[in-house]
């Protein structure tokens, strides 16, 4: 059954009026479904944890008919949270690769730099759960101002990916300020965004914003549909606006249990990103997690889903089936998969480290 539209209040259209109308709690949900039992034990057991939040577009897409929507469940809590002994609160030891607060450091040439600890919503299976959200993750002015000042100081430094949270949850001239900031340094050669806004709150992408962003080019983005029902005509709306305006953009997804985990899905996802000028980029195994036992997919599975669309749609439509580690992002292909052993999968890793990842059986 398609999902119903929710009533729309005739500024629908206005971003801001989608942040200051955002459901966070589970009468402001019902406006848009009856939830289970197991999503409400969800909500009252871990929306304090893991902050429980949805645009009121995003819940437009969610079907009320269906507990196992892809869109429901990848942003209502569910009691299923709680069952994760093996989950970890920051698996890719992000903060033991923080030079300066918020700034991650694993490759020589490159940052992540997370200027921003607010998202529009947040994703059950986000990988910075520990940050998002969270008001001592985020960055005052002068917090920013040191994490350039290091950027200044390491000529190493020649790509740098604004992330979060997500930049463009940032006023345009906030966003204007910072990469005004990050042009004057001279060996900054690009300067990437990753945001969820195109899938959860296309609004946002407005003219303005697109015009600003090409006054600082080289621009990339990267953003993060997962299932196909993401792909609406007002996210393919803020993507034109995107590639229009010269910024070329790239597709992240998850790989995600009962979400996108079967070859028609996945299939479905990418043929209609590629249908949008969005270029299908990384495919990530979910990370070990704490909260998401529920989401994972044995890596071996993930394997064979890719290997699947080989062949049956175009080469580009499929997207890089990788792992991230605390050494970096590796592939899940041959050379870099070595196999099992036991309960871990072994990787090695761009840096010629072997990595051990647990890795779940099939249920
Ligand atoms: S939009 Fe991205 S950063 Fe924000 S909660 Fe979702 S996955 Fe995490």
Redesign the pocket.
């Known amino acids: 059954m398609a999902a119903e539209a929710a009533p729309r209040d005739p500024r629908w259209s206005d971003w801001t009026w989608q942040m200051r109308h955002r459901i966070r709690s589970e009468a402001q949900l019902r406006e848009f479904l009856e939830p289970t039992p197991e999503e409400s034990q969800g909500i009252e057991r871990l929306s304090q944890h893991f902050h429980f939040v949805i645009t009121p577009y995003y819940a437009s897409l969610m079907d009320p008919g269906d507990p196992n929507c892809p869109i429901r469940r990848?942003v209502v809590p569910h009691i299923a949270e709680v069952a994760d002994p093996a989950g970890l609160a920051d698996p890719l030891g992000e903060v033991g690769h923080s030079p300066v607060k918020n700034v991650i450091r694993v490759y020589p040439d490159r940052i992540a730099f997370c200027v921003n600890n607010?998202?529009?919503?947040?994703?059950r299976?986000?990988?910075?759960?520990r940050m998002?959200?969270e008001p001592e993750w985020a960055m005052k002015k002068r917090e920013l101002s040191l994490a350039l000042d290091w950027i200044r100081r390491t000529p190493e430094i020649r790509d740098v990916l604004l992330?979060?949270?997500?930049p463009l949850v940032f006023s345009d001239e906030r966003l204007d300020w910072l990469l005004g900031e990050l042009r004057g340094i001279p060996h900054v050669e690009i300067v990437r965004l990753?945001?969820?806004?195109p899938?959860?709150l296309p609004f946002r992408v407005t003219e303005a914003l697109c015009e600003m962003l090409a006054r600082h080019h080289p621009i990339w983005l990267n953003t993060?549909f997962n299932h196909p029902r993401e792909l609406t005509g007002e996210a393919a709306l803020a993507c034109d606006r995107l590639l229009r305006a010269g910024i070329p953009v790239g597709n992240q997804s998850?790989l995600l249990r009962g979400i996108n985990d079967d070859v028609e899905t996945m299939r479905a996802l990418c043929e209609g990103l590629v249908a949008m000028r969005v270029r299908p980029y990384y495919c990530y195994q979910a990370q070990l997690l704490e909260g998401t036992a529920h989401f994972r997919v044995p890596i071996e599975r993930g394997v064979e889903l890719f290997k699947a669309l080989r062949g049956r749609t175009s080469g580009f439509a499929i997207p890089l089936y990788v792992l991230d580690t605390p050494h970096g992002k590796t592939p899940l292909s041959y050379p870099y998969l070595r196999g099992r052993e036991g309960e871990e999968v072994v990787v090695e890793t761009w840096d010629g480290k072997l990595w051990r990842e647990p890795n779940p059986p099939e249920p």
């Open positions: 990848q607010e998202c529009a919503l947040y994703c299976f986000c990988l910075r759960k998002v959200g992330t979060g949270g997500d990753g945001t969820r806004l899938v959860t993060h998850v």
